[in-house]
């Protein structure tokens, strides 16, 4: 599925791949010749199978990493204490943000070209997640621990936010290698790492991925959110639903009250 989104990608993109499977990097440089994207580089590399994508992310690549102007992070999002059609779902949502049409992705790499001062560009989670867990972005007590432990290693201290933290349905997203030069350069290892099984939550990975739109803030860069304009009518549809329930109900109310 994610080398379908890939092919919207109107502009001649190098692809940097890592995975701990051996057969599957084996064969995925000619399945991604041969998918019919706008290919110059394709570099596999087998990492070991911890960290899961924050890991490889940070770890592998980081000289290649900082020589570009502007990447996108992407990986296939499995869950494995949830049902696949989750994970797949999941996914969906996320690649169509991102990802949605070749014209979608033009006008974000337009957007990154306007102003140089954006570091990062991703879904927001979805309304229906956020309707159901509000406080979903502070995640466990043990991981926010770990994303101080990491701002704290990192010496960036943010703004107290006025409702809840900030950061990408995934862990994915468009943004400047240069807005995350901090963490490109923090000196972490695949043995700062839990090993598989990973755990659900409070593990370092959960503080990273809480902490990547600060670090870029803190060197004076700024975000977007991006949703498709599909995606932005099924969530206002999302709100309208709960809204008119909840006022049915109190119209009901009302009514009752009055023939009593």
Not at 60 to 89: C, M, N, Q, T, V
């Amino acid at each position: 599925v994610a080398i379908d989104y890939l092919r919207n990608i109107p502009y001649r993109f190098d692809l940097y791949v890592t995975t701990c499977d051996a057969d599957a990097a084996s064969g995925f440089e000619s399945m991604a010749r041969s998918a019919g994207l706008n290919l110059g580089d394709c570099i596999v590399k087998v990492v070991p199978n911890r960290g899961r994508d924050i890991a490889p992310w940070l770890i592998e690549f980081r000289k290649e990493h900082l020589s570009y102007d502007l990447a996108l992070k992407l990986h296939l999002k499995k869950h494995s204490h949830y049902p696949e059609i989750f994970g797949a779902k999941w996914n969906r949502y996320i690649y169509e943000a991102l990802l949605n049409s070749a014209g979608h992705v033009a006008r974000v790499v337009a957007m990154f070209e306007a102003d140089p001062m954006i570091g990062h560009a991703f879904p927001p989670y979805p309304p229906l997640y956020v309707l159901m867990f509000p406080q979903g972005f502070y995640g466990s007590p043990e991981d926010r621990q770990h994303r101080q432990g990491v701002l704290d290693a990192l010496d960036i201290a943010p703004p107290a936010e006025p409702c809840q933290p900030v950061f990408s349905a995934g862990g994915m997203g468009w943004y400047r290698p240069q807005a995350v030069r901090r963490l490109l350069e923090w000196p972490i290892g695949y043995d700062d790492f839990p090993a598989e099984p990973h755990p659900l939550s409070g593990t370092i990975s959960h503080g990273l991925e809480r902490v990547i739109p600060y670090v870029s803030q803190a060197d004076g860069y700024s975000y977007r959110l991006l949703v498709s304009a599909q995606q932005l009518e099924e969530g206002y549809e999302i709100y309208e639903d709960r809204l008119m329930s909840t006022y049915d109900q109190r119209r009901s109310s009302v009514g009752e009250a009055c023939l009593d």
